[in-house]
T-cell receptor, first 113, second 116 residues
Framework: DAGVIQSPRHEVTEMGQEVTLRCKPI?????LFWYRQTMMRGLELLIY????????DSGMPEDRFSAKMPNASFSTLKIQPSEPRDSAVYFC???????????FGEGSRLTVL | AQSVTQLGSHVSVSEGALVLLRCNYS??????LFWYVQYPNQGLQLLLK??????LVKGINGFEAEFKKSETSFHLTKPSAHMSDAAEYFC??????????????FGKGTKLSVKP
C-alpha cells in the first residue's frame, strides 16, 4: 500500500508568491495532520482534520496560512503571500485511529527567498 | 497541558555501545507515548508506542522503552548501537480532544551519532 504522498518535494519561491503544498493520505485513514519542522522550533502542528473536518487549527501561524481537505484523499496547505520566515519542511501525516500512530510523508521543503 | 522533554539534543555513542535517549513527559491524564525516528531527508517513522498495556515496550530495530509512571519517563534504549541507528529521535505524547486521543505533541528531538 502506498504511504502518504506529498508534493512538491522541494519548492523555491520568492517572497510574496503563493505556495500550495499537497497531500494524499493513506487510503482508509480518517485523520490528517500538517506539521512544520524548523531547526529553531522543531516540529509544530499546524492543523488537524478528522473525517475531512478541521478539528484544531490553533497552530496555523496567521491568516496567510490556510488548509483544506475537500475529500478523504486530498488536502492542501496554502501560504499567501509567502515570507522568508515560512522556509521550513512541511510534513503531512495521516492516522487510522485515535491511538496517535501517525504515518508521515517525506515532506515538502519550502525555501522562500 | 501535555508536554515532553527530551534531555540532550545530541548524543554520541560508539558502535556496539548502549544507546540511551531520555524522555520525560507531563500529562494530566494517562498518556499514550511514542518514539519516532527520522533519517536525513525523510519523514518520521514509528519506532514503538506505549498505550497502557505492558510498561516495557519493544519496537523495531532492537529498540525498547520503559514507561515509568513514578518518574514520568519513557526512555529509549538499545543494547548495542549500529551505524545505521544514526538519526534523529523524537519522543511524543498524545493530546486529548474531548477524551479521544488524536494529535501528537513532539519533543525537540535528539540526534544520535554512532562512531565506528
Amino acid at each position: 500500500d502506498a504511504g502518504v504522498i506529498q508534493s512538491p518535494r522541494h519548492e523555491v519561491t520568492e517572497m510574496g508568491q503563493e505556495v500550495t503544498l499537497r497531500c494524499k493520505p493513506i487510503s482508509g485513514h480518517n485523520s490528517l495532520f500538517w506539521y512544520r519542522q524548523t531547526m529553531m522550533r522543531g516540529l509544530e502542528l499546524l492543523i488537524y482534520f478528522n473525517n475531512n473536518v478541521p478539528i484544531d487549527d490553533s497552530g496555523m501561524p496567521e491568516d496567510r496560512f490556510s488548509a483544506k481537505m475537500p475529500n478523504a484523499s486530498f488536502s492542501t496547505l496554502k501560504i499567501q503571500p509567502s515570507e522568508p520566515r515560512d522556509s521550513a519542511v512541511y510534513f503531512c501525516a495521516s492516522s487510522a485511529d485515535y491511538t496517535g500512530e501517525l504515518f508521515f510523508g517525506e515532506g515538502s521543503r519550502l525555501t522562500v527567498l | 497541558a501535555q508536554s515532553v522533554t527530551q534531555l540532550g539534543s545530541h548524543v554520541s555513542v560508539s558502535e556496539g555501545a548502549l544507546v540511551l535517549l531520555r524522555c520525560n513527559y507531563s500529562s494530566s491524564v494517562p498518556p499514550y507515548l511514542f518514539w519516532y525516528v527520522q533519517y536525513p531527508n525523510q519523514g518520521l517513522q514509528l519506532l514503538l508506542k506505549y498505550t497502557s498495556a505492558a510498561t516495557l515496550v519493544k519496537g523495531i530495530n532492537g529498540f525498547e522503552a520503559e514507561f515509568k509512571k513514578s518518574e514520568t519517563s519513557f526512555h529509549l534504549t538499545k543494547p548495542s548501537a549500529h551505524m545505521s541507528d544514526a538519526a534523529e529521535y523524537f519522543c511524543a505524547v498524545t493530546r486529548n480532544y474531548g477524551g479521544s486521543q488524536g494529535n501528537l505533541i513532539f519533543g525537540k528531538g535528539t540526534k544520535l551519532s554512532v562512531k565506528p
